[in-house]
């Protein structure tokens, strides 16, 4: 054994054994092993005339496709999830889930990632405005685009292998009636098969569309192919072996990590890859509830018993891609009108208008000076509109919207008046300049609250969704009072991001019972925040040192030898920590300390052999079970008793160290 010699050698195969029982429970602490559980009241159910009065949009936009194509049947899937939350989770909970091509900018991008890039160096981190687009059902229920929403079963009455020989007849490498591969040995192979049939047989044996199968491999390999497909291999350790649908193509090395996966599944040849992702597809997937590209993108059915962490892609968009391959597929042969089932879902507390695309959003919150004297400000985006009045040199509004094209020869910008009027003046004429603010004020959110790019309901678009709970900096109160009815502040979020919401909605942090707290761990590392009490439960997200939350409540219950705090990020997303991982002193972040412990003190060596290690938990832990007495020497977080937090905390400690 290459490790023989890495513990003592007066450690006995029982001591071992010991002590690999205590990897299990680390693990177990840590929430590594347990599942991960997390519950919404979903159900599933035809759709009839009146069903879908509670969701904005979606009943004329049904009956409008059903009217076109009456033979298309459609299920609606009630998710039971807050459509703020799932956007929350889909972006802020954990950055890169949803990626953008790089050649994207903008809004399209998320602002906390800003330029930095995902996956090969070819994808950005997607806006929640991005995310939203693709994640609104609404945006896609049209003859267009509805595919994404099919559901995914072998249906023989209408797949068929004309279909998929129309899917991939735009792909060089797949045309042909045989099969010519490299072989593990560097020889040439042959199929007597063509690509058209080895996806019919696979997809009829794992029980799912062909036109679907068909319609991923294209996504996946392109017109060129990529390395995954052709047997090359990017090293001769892969040669000879395929991953058509990319399986577990995952991190900094995709095709290589695909085929590392093809290698440990014998894909030797391509009718092997086709057969076996097929496979992996139906169990994996289909067979979990996710059985529409929609559902496989974004993973908002519970069925599996989680959310959000089983996507088939990052792409933001190829559920909508793939899903239109196949609609093309149906046009060409002719059977669109036949009868396909869809899965439609649907979420609380939608937007009464559907999300519009990034490419028509140029919302901000940032002031500008006027650069010239008797500049109209206009009603619309034209010199031809009705005037609102004029502005001068020095001038100082709030610009909300900028323009992305120009209309009459000049670029026309949204901007906000001192007395709260809106309206457009030519760009040339002003010029942005630092934030103007009149107040720094700590602040939590007293209920879920829209943010706004600038003060007012009417002229002004919805940015985010404030959480209840979410602290932000209040950086302008007093300015816009009673517009629309209600007093407006600006604000900045964690990230950078400004904006207006309703000034009753804000609490400032000294006249709240809530608390605010810093995480406390080791620089390099990351604490979980679950969705329930216990390491049991789904993370939500993970917050790095110093990063601050607000307690909702403090002691909410116990777990697997820890006190847990309700708490909410400040992106906004509620949770709970295991308290030892919070500090409160004074409200300023923990001292930059890699080397100490959770209360602040030098690390305990617990067996004196010069290193924190697994052998100091094992010393705890033997200690706990004996239940020996309170011993100083084995009290690693120093909090006066030696319990499972000290084991934890070793852990921690090791792990980040």
Not at 73 to 91: H, P, S
Request: proline share 3%; charged share 20%.
């Amino acid at each position: 054994m290459a490790n023989r010699d890495f513990l003592p050698k007066m450690y006995t195969r029982k001591i071992i054994k010991k002590i690999i029982a205590l990897n299990v429970i680390i693990y177990m602490c840590l929430g590594i092993i347990l599942p991960s559980k997390l519950f919404a009241a979903q159900t599933k159910y035809p759709y009839s005339q009146g069903s879908l009065n509670n969701y904005p949009g979606y009943e004329n936009l049904i009956k409008n496709l059903q009217s076109k194509h009456p033979n298309w049947n459609f299920t609606i899937l009630d998710t039971g999830l807050d459509w703020n939350e799932v956007i929350k989770n889909e972006t802020v909970a954990s950055h890169g889930r949803n990626l953008i091509y790089y050649t994207n900018n903008g809004n399209w991008v998320c602002s906390t990632c800003g330029d930095r890039l995902y996956d090969s160096g070819r994808w950005k981190c997607a806006s929640e405005s991005a995310v939203a687009y693709y994640m609104d059902p609404r945006n896609w229920l049209n003859e267009s685009n509805i595919f994404q929403f099919e559901n995914l079963a072998y249906n023989g009455d209408i797949q068929n292998i004309d279909g998929v020989n129309k899917i991939i007849s735009t792909v060089p490498w797949a045309k042909g009636n045989t099969i010519t591969y490299i072989k593990t040995d560097g020889t040439t192979g042959t199929l007597n098969k063509s690509y058209a049939q080895v996806i019919m047989e696979a997809a009829k044996e794992a029980g799912i569309s062909p036109y679907h199968l068909a319609a991923r491999i294209k996504q996946e390999q392109g017109v060129n192919s990529t390395a995954s497909s052709t047997g090359r291999g990017d090293n001769a350790t892969y040669k000879g072996y395929y991953n058509f649908l990319n399986i577990q193509a995952t991190g900094g090395d995709i095709i290589g990590n695909a085929l590392k996966y093809a290698k440990t599944q014998e894909w030797d040849n391509p009718e092997k890859s086709i057969i076996g992702g097929a496979k992996f597809i139906a169990s994996a997937y289909i067979s979990r509830g996710q059985s529409t590209l929609y559902l496989q993108k974004f993973d908002v059915d519970n069925s599996d018993g989680s959310l959000y962490y089983h996507q088939y892609m990052q792409n933001v968009s190829a559920a909508l891609s793939e899903g239109n391959t196949v609609r093309t597929s149906y046009e060409a042969m002719g059977l669109l009108n036949s009868n396909i089932n869809f899965v439609i879902p649907v979420f609380k507390n939608m937007p009464t208008e559907a999300s519009p695309s990034p490419a028509g959003l140029s919302t901000v919150t940032q002031n500008v000076k006027v650069t010239g004297n008797g500049v109209a400000i206009r009603s619309e985006k034209s010199t031809s509109s009705s005037e609102i009045t004029k502005v001068n040199t020095g001038d100082v509004l709030l610009r909300i919207e900028t323009a992305g094209s120009q209309e009459g020869g000049y670029y026309w910008d949204k901007v906000v008046l001192p007395d709260g009027r809106k309206g457009y003046i030519a760009r040339n004429f002003i010029t942005q300049i630092e934030d103007v603010t009149n107040v720094n004020l700590s602040a939590i959110a007293n209920v879920n609250v829209n943010l706004r790019n600038g003060p007012g309901t009417v002229g002004t678009r919805v940015m985010t969704t404030i959480t209840s709970g979410q602290s932000v900096t209040i950086i302008e109160t007093g300015k816009y009072n009673g517009l629309d009815g209600y007093n407006w502040s600006r604000i900045k979020l964690s990230n950078g991001t400004q904006g207006y919401l309703v000034s009753d909605y804000l609490t400032e942090v000294a006249q709240t019972t809530y608390q605010i707290a810093y995480v406390n761990c080791n620089d390099d590392g990351k604490v979980n925040i679950r969705s329930g009490i216990g390491t049991g439960h789904s993370v939500v997200t993970s917050v790095r040192k110093n990063n601050k939350v607000t307690v909702l409540q403090k002691a909410a219950g116990t777990a697997n030898g820890y006190t847990w705090d309700k708490i909410v990020t400040a992106d906004g997303l509620e949770g709970y920590i295991a308290n030892t991982y919070l500090r409160y002193e004074d409200n300023k972040p923990a001292e930059n300390n890699a080397t100490s412990n959770s209360q602040g003190n030098k690390p305990l060596d617990i067996n004196g052999d010069g290193k924190i290690s697994l052998l100091d938990a094992y010393d705890v832990l033997s200690s706990i079970k004996q239940k020996k007495a309170y011993d100083k020497a084995l009290d690693f977080n120093n909090d006066g008793k030696v319990s499972l937090l000290d084991v934890y905390d070793i852990l921690s400690f090791i792990k980040n160290k």
